[in-house]
């Protein structure tokens, strides 16, 4: 049984515009999480994360809200850019005691010109 | 910096062989971990371990093995492929909990 959910498949954006994804979970354990994004034919890359002392977490163009009552996390892209296209992985884990991540399906994010 | 490196990048198996799958990593992580990536199913823990010699099951487990007698090295092992394994394979290091773990850039397996 999947813990983390991601349920948007896909998502197509206008460079410039807000792109906001999405990531439910199950598991009320998990205390930190990460979100991951990945091109073609590469391993994932770190991207932002947020614990659960926090409900929001802000580096550059991007953001993550946490919204523990709802088990629900979303990150926010503001301005997307072209670069950004890519799969883009939501992940948790049960924080300092506990290593093993586990993973939504993947969002795959394209930002049109 | 070369991070996190796995080798080979591709490979294909009969359906029976052996095979290990490599993951050599530079920065000193104390923790490891492989993960296989299915279409459809994001990215799912098969082993992972906190130090050397030391090592655990993750979600889906059967069907490979792993050792880490080194802080740099955690290869994976399939004794017998089966083409349910067919995957992409990814190997993470990172410091300790709560911090982000890096990716190799995955060895693509395929089993006929």
């Known amino acids: 049984d999947q813990q983390v959910k991601q349920n948007s498949p896909s998502l197509s954006v206008q460079e410039g515009r807000i792109s906001i994804l999405n990531c439910d979970y199950t598991?009320?354990?998990?205390?930190?999480f990460l979100w991951y994004k990945k091109y073609p034919a590469e391993g994932p890359t770190f991207l932002i994360s947020?614990?659960?002392?926090?409900d929001k977490n802000e580096d550059g163009r991007f953001t993550v809200f946490l919204n523990k009552s709802a088990k629900h996390l979303s990150l926010h892209i503001v301005p997307s850019q072209p670069g950004d296209s890519a799969v883009y992985f939501c992940?948790?884990?049960?924080?300092?005691?506990?290593?093993?991540?586990?993973f939504g399906a993947g969002t795959t994010v394209t930002v049109r010109a | 910096n070369a991070g996190v490196t796995q080798t080979p990048k591709f490979q294909v198996l009969k359906t029976g062989q052996s095979m290990t799958l490599q993951c050599a990593q530079d920065?000193?992580?104390?923790?490891m971990s492989w993960y296989r990536q299915d279409p459809g199913m994001g990215l799912r823990l098969i082993h992972y371990?906190?130090?050397?010699?030391?090592?655990d099951q993750g979600e889906v487990p059967n069907g490979y093995n792993v050792s880490r007698s080194t802080t740099e090295d955690f290869p994976l092992r399939l004794l017998s492929a089966a083409p349910s394994q067919t995957s992409v394979y990814f190997c993470?290091?990172?410091?300790?909990?709560?911090?982000?773990?890096?990716f190799g850039d995955g060895t693509r397996l395929s089993i006929l």
């Open positions: 598991n009320s354990m998990f205390d930190y």
């Open positions: 920065m000193n992580h104390e923790y």
């Open positions: 371990s906190v130090g050397a010699g030391i090592t």
């Open positions: 947020i614990s659960s002392i926090k």
């Open positions: 992940a948790a884990s049960g924080g300092a005691n506990d290593y093993k991540l586990s």
């Open positions: 993470a290091s990172s410091y300790s909990t709560n911090q982000p773990q890096h």
